[in-house]
Every structure is written in structure tokens, then in C-alpha cells.
């Protein structure tokens, strides 16, 4: 579940108006999340409205969808987080969000899956 919350402080920078931008580069691509204890998790979004997760923690779905000005995930058997979003990040680029407890991840856009 941490790692789920610093994910989404991370996501948070995924879309912008209309799906514009970033949440759009991010498909067929990976968005790389890293928390500030060096956990990693590795989202892979679809076009459909679904994403697939990877982390030590193991392997889950769930669903990704805009609400007005936020990013929400629901995963798979669980409860919908949402937070802001913001939009300008293409494959390639690596950048800062807020995470947990008032730590740093770093989350890159990465080419492929």
C-alpha cells in the first residue's frame, strides 16, 4: 500500500487536460516510479483505461481513469486514490513528485515495455 501512495504523489505529473501529453506518451511505454528507499515499480498504462503494475511486492492490475483535474487508480479489489495532475512529460524525460511522508520520487517515462 506505500509504495501504491507514493506512486500515486508520483502520477500525479501523468495527464494533463483531455489526456493531453504525458498519459498518452506513456502508452506502449513504461512509467518507472522510485521512492526515496530505492523501491521501484514499473506502470504500464493501456489505452483502455486499464494499467499493470510490477514491484517487489509483486505483480497487479487495476483500472486508470481522469476525473476533472485528477488521476484516479483502482486497483483490482481495492479503494480509488486519486490526486492532481499535470501534464509536459514525454519518453525520455525523468522528474521529481512528492511522495510519502514528505520524501521525494523520482519517475522516469521509459521507451517500451
Keep these: ?15 494533463g487536460p483531455a489526456l493531453a ?3 498518452e506518451n506513456s502508452f506502449g511505454n513504461t512509467v518507472v516510479v522510485t521512492t526515496a528507499d ?10 483502455d483505461g ?15 481513469a481522469v476525473n476533472g483535474e485528477q ?3 483502482t486497483p483490482s479489489g481495492g479503494a ?4 492532481p495532475y499535470n501534464a509536459g512529460y514525454n519518453v525520455g524525460d525523468t522528474w521529481t513528485a512528492p511522495g510519502a511522508n514528505n520524501t521525494t520520487n523520482t519517475i522516469a517515462l521509459v521507451a517500451g515495455r
Excluded: K, N
Design 71 to 73: 488521476i484516479c487508480l
Design 38 to 47: 530505492g523501491a521501484v515499480a514499473r506502470y504500464h498504462f493501456e489505452p
Design 21 to 23: 501529453g504525458t498519459i
Design 50 to 64: 486499464t494499467y499493470h503494475v510490477t514491484s517487489a511486492a509483486g505483480d497487479s492490475a487495476g483500472a486508470w
Design 80 to 83: 480509488q486514490q486519486c490526486v
Design 1 to 15: 500500500m506505500r509504495i501504491m501512495l507514493a506512486t500515486l504523489a508520483a502520477l500525479a505529473c501523468l495527464a
